[in-house]
């Protein structure tokens, strides 16, 4: 998954979840500049950054490895 795919599948799942990004931001003691950087696609978050929000967001980070 490209950063751009990862960064639509937050904001679809924060927008079904009816949760605006001050508020993710404050679930998620993350930055609303950097959660907004995020869901642009301007940043490129730490894997930490991202496993908090999609736990948050009820969602899992699956790492398929190249054969």
Request: hydrophobic share 35%.
């Amino acid at each position: 998954m490209h950063i751009s795919e990862l960064a639509q599948t937050i904001k679809n799942r924060r927008k079904t979840l009816d949760i605006n990004q001050k508020q993710l931001s404050e679930l998620t003691e993350i930055g609303l500049r950097t959660i907004k950087g995020l869901e642009s696609g301007k940043t490129n978050p730490t894997l930490k950054t991202v496993v908090t929000i999609l736990d948050v967001l009820g969602l899992k980070l699956t790492i398929k490895t190249q054969k």
